[in-house]
């Protein structure tokens, strides 16, 4: 009788965890697309998302400069550098990237400008960064009370890639902290 009350209590505690974990998958947002291209040296990642939280709070998250790793694990430091205007801004940012034990500090500086129509384009400044080219744009729209996240960049690294695996450690690198990235804007969002 013990033996049986003990495994209808674990079973109900096991079903009250799937039904929570169900609800907070409800909640959760969406990636609709996210992929990374590379031609010529140029890497191109492309990320289509819903959000569970409005357009402002993404936006607040996104132009939290001096804290762009709670976003973006990857980026170790980050930092206003020089301001411009109230919505025109110079950012730094170290980006430590990892593949195995294989590590490499990258120096991104960026000058970022945020529009009226609610859109960030930022183009990086390669005299001061590891690349030589690289522009990003990212279209934020209301959708349902949420976020439709449009974001697409352009990278050209100014370092040496390993011809054979570099270009696929690169996408996959990418592909991953783009994920990553819309997983924080979804949880930092709710607070």
């Not at 991104?108 to 960064?129: K, L």
């Not at 279209?139 to 011809?163: D, I, K, S």
């Amino acid at each position: 009788m013990v033996i049986q009350t003990e495994s209808r209590l674990t079973t109900k505690i096991s079903l009250l965890l799937v039904g929570l974990v169900v609800v907070s998958m409800a909640d959760a947002g969406e990636v609709l697309k996210a992929k990374v291209t590379h031609q010529s040296g140029l890497y191109t990642p492309e990320l289509d998302a819903r959000i569970t939280a409005p357009v402002p709070d993404v936006h607040r998250l996104l132009t939290a400069y001096n804290h762009l790793e709670q976003v973006n694990p990857a980026v170790k430091e980050s930092a206003i550098i020089e301001t411009y205007s109230p919505a025109h801004h110079r950012v730094r940012s170290v980006i430590e990237a990892c593949v195995a034990f294989f590590c490499k500090r990258l120096i991104q500086v960026w000058d970022v400008e945020q529009r009226s129509n609610g859109e960030i384009v930022a183009a990086i400044v390669p005299e001061v960064s590891n690349f030589r080219f690289g522009d990003a744009h990212w279209v934020l729209q209301e959708e349902n009370g949420g976020t439709h996240l449009q974001f697409t960049t352009r990278l050209e690294p100014a370092f040496w890639v390993p011809p054979l695996i570099g270009p696929w450690i690169i996408r996959y690198k990418l592909h991953q902290e783009g994920l990553e990235s819309v997983e924080n804007l979804e949880r930092l969002a709710r607070f």
